[in-house]
């Protein structure tokens, strides 16, 4: 169990890692088409296009990390307050819808994915690729945030504490 | 289902979910899930709640959100806002209630490169608390400007939550951003005059001390050595902005290009700091915009329930004057703000708020600005104010948090008088981006 534990702790770092150096890549890549638009070498407006798509793609890979550290913003108080048993039970039953929601993402992220591809949709902009690449990370973030959801539900542990915020 | 039974219901069930502690991102699915099941047509509803997530946050307008925040989180991690805070340290000299005076000015400096409030207090609260403690401060005189003043970040560009305000209300983001310097920096004048005063009248509150005397050269250095930087980075940013040579995305990138830039040329840059203050950065902006995957279905499903009509439609007839409806909704987001976060309140608030000012013919960056103040101030008021969290985090484990409540006080009510003061005279928001955008 705590091999498991630590592998998916350890997964969940690295798909958080890579969207730390995604937004890295991403500041560096868009001051270069402004010093370059700037110095006469011309603009690369792919550059500004690819920026937007790292948003989701950043975000997605980011969320499940995020709930393993607790750091999705949250409304604790009930929590503080209330007796430890019955704040592993609210905790548990928070789990659990978390878990639900999660599932809903997975199913109909996949059919979303699925059903542009049979389609054949392409996004058309400055870069042309099927549209169904923007669908994929949406199912597999949420698989990953249902079966951490699973994880906390069967730990029952009680977690409280603040995220990071703007 | 009548308008109000569904804005009943949607609101009711998601104060429910959040009390109950799910995480605010996933409340909001929950209600969309469930209200894009009954409203936008069930299983079409729901691929369509999947579409509209992605594409409520692969958007230009919040493009600079990761990068303002990667500016904060740089210079904390490598230990330049240290040093920037060190410099103006030594410049503050025989005022009363001068370490509470530093945190003002060196918290206003940093907001000018941070785009993180929470950064900001977490910086100045484990960087000046100690000494302040030490020194005998009271607690109210240690704590209440550091919190005050994270606030101010909000409201002091570059600022991630007005490029989010900007990017959901269709306001211009230049505009907004360049539209809270005044309001940000009165305040800090405030907070100054605030702690001088009780600093002077009692002078118990912040004993004086010894300062190591040193030669003007050797007081002016720093500043010119680790602010003058910092403040040239904003000026950039703010410039390249104004003058429309870079839009508010490729700004924010050269900010924090140039910000990591600073960082390697003082020699503080490592591959452990920078990976430290990369993973901060995604981990702030996936917070913010995890929610924000929710806010297009969310606004689609109160405007398909009716429950945005009705509740515009309603106010709208009522006959009241512009400055009560004005009043009314800037109570409301002072009421949301000692709850929820300050994401859940532009999601909540926003689909009724802009029609509305549409409607009265409320300027948009004006009325954006007082709603910025009211977000900031939710971050102060107990008692869920997030940066009072952030304190207790900081803070020495004897402190507690009705201490926090306490020393936060006065400080919340000078943004509410600042608020006054920006409803009452549009042109502390608005006259600074006609000078530099000209509208």
Known sequence: MRAFERAWRRLLEALAAAAALLLGATAVAVTADVVSRNVGFGAFPWILEGSEYALPLATFLAAPWLLARNEHVRLDVLLRVLAPRVARLLERATDALGFAVCAVFVVYGVRTALESARQGSMVMKSIVFPEWWLFVPVPVCFALLAVEFARRFAAGEVSVGAGPHA | ?439
């Not at chain 2, 007005?162 to 230049?174: D, E, F, K, N, R």
């Not at chain 2, 009780?198 to 004086?208: E, I, S, V």
């Not at chain 2, 109570?331 to 000692?338: K, W």
């Not at chain 2, 008692?383 to 020495?396: D, E, H, I």
Request: glycine share 8%; proline share 6%; hydrophobic share 60%.
């Open chain 2, 1 to 439: 289902m009548a308008w109000w039974l569904s804005a009943l219901v949607l609101f009711g069930s998601l104060a429910m979910l959040m009390a109950a502690a799910l995480p605010a991102a996933f409340a909001f699915y929950g209600i969309n899930i469930a209200g894009a099941w009954i409203w936008l047509g069930g299983d079409a509803g729901l691929v369509q709640l999947v579409r509209n997530g992605v594409a409520s946050i692969a958007t230009f307008s919040l493009t600079p959100i990761p990068f303002f925040v990667l500016m904060g989180e740089v210079l904390f991690h490598t230990g330049v806002a240290m040093k920037a805070i060190d410099a103006i340290d030594r410049l503050i000299w025989r005022v009363p209630g001068r370490l509470s005076v530093v945190a003002v000015v060196a918290g206003t400096v940093f907001s000018a490169i941070s785009g993180s409030t929470i950064a900001t207090t977490a910086l100045l609260g484990s960087l000046l608390l100690p000494d302040m403690l030490r020194r005998g401060y009271h607690p109210s005189m240690a704590m209440g400007p550091i919190m005050a003043i994270g606030g101010v970040d909000m409201l002091i560009p570059p600022s991630a939550l007005t490029v989010l305000l900007g990017s959901l209300a269709g306001i211009s983001i230049s505009q907004l951003l360049i539209a809270g310097i005044v309001p940000g920096v009165l305040l800090s004048a405030m907070f100054v005059g605030h702690i001088v005063l009780r600093a002077w009248l009692d002078p118990g509150l912040a004993p004086t001390f010894e300062h190591e005397a040193l030669p003007a050269w050797e007081r002016w250095k720093p500043l010119l050595l680790y602010v003058a930087p910092l403040v040239a980075i904003f000026v950039v940013v703010i410039a390249a902005m104004s003058a429309g040579w870079a839009t508010p995305t490729e700004s924010a990138a050269i900010g924090a290009v140039a910000t990591v830039l600073v960082a390697w040329a003082y020699r503080a840059l490592t591959w452990s700091n920078l990976m430290q203050a990369l993973m901060g950065t995604a981990g702030i902006s996936a917070v913010i915009l995890f929610i924000i995957v929710g806010a297009t279905t969310f606004s689609q499903i109160l405007a398909f329930s009716g429950a945005t009509n009705g509740l515009v439609a309603l106010i709208r007839d009522a006959g009241l004057a512009p400055p009560a409806v004005l009043a009314a909704m800037m109570l409301v987001l002072l009421v949301l703000g000692c709850f929820v976060d300050q994401v859940s309140m532009m999601l909540i608030c926003l689909p009724f708020f802009m029609p509305l000012a549409a409607a009265y013919g409320f300027d948009p960056v004006w009325f954006g600005v007082l709603f910025l103040i009211c977000m900031q101030l939710g971050l102060l008021t107990p008692p869920f104010g997030m940066l009072l969290f952030t304190m207790k985090s900081v803070a020495p484990k004897e402190i507690r948090m009705n201490q926090i409540f306490r020393a936060v006080t006065p400080y919340v009510i000078m943004g509410i008088l600042m608020l006054v003061l920006v409803a009452a005279f549009p042109p502390l928001a608005t006259w600074l981006p006609k000078l530099l955008i000209g509208r």
